[in-house]
């Protein structure tokens, strides 16, 4: 089995890029998005997430086989954080700690025996 060979200018070009990634994720964390904070976090981490998975773990050359598990597992955790975020956001928001559904008080006729 051959191995692709990749130039050192594409790991230094891949380095670049993740360095002005990082230095986006330093300035955006001292920036007020507003709602949209965690959204653009998440995005420059995927991009960069993806530019190490790609090039460093050298799945960009890897069989299709391999590339196949890459994309599958990319799916399961979309469905993973999809059915977390459904969870989340079906659950009332309004609550102080301790008021919870399955939080209760009992009563005190119960406590004593």
């Keep these: 089995?051959?191995?692709?060979?990749?130039?050192?200018?594409?790991?230094?070009?891949?380095?670049?890029?993740?360095?002005?990634?990082?230095?986006?994720?330093?300035?955006?964390?001292?920036?007020?998005?507003?709602?949209?904070?965690?959204?653009?976090?998440?995005?420059i981490a995927s991009i960069k997430a993806a530019l190490v998975v790609l090039y460093f773990m050298h799945a960009r050359y890897s069989p299709h086989r391999t590339q196949l598990v890459i994309v599958c597992a990319i799916f399961w955790l979309a469905i993973m954080l999809g059915l977390t975020l459904a969870d989340y956001n079906t659950r009332p928001h309004n609550m102080q700690p301790g008021e919870g559904r399955l939080l209760q008080p009992v009563p005190s006729h119960f406590l004593s025996v």
């Design 1 to 43: 089995m051959s191995e692709h060979i990749v130039s050192p200018k594409v790991y230094f070009t891949i380095f670049a890029a993740l360095m002005i990634g990082t230095t986006l994720t330093v300035w955006a964390a001292f920036q007020n998005f507003g709602p949209f904070n965690i959204v653009i976090a998440l995005g």
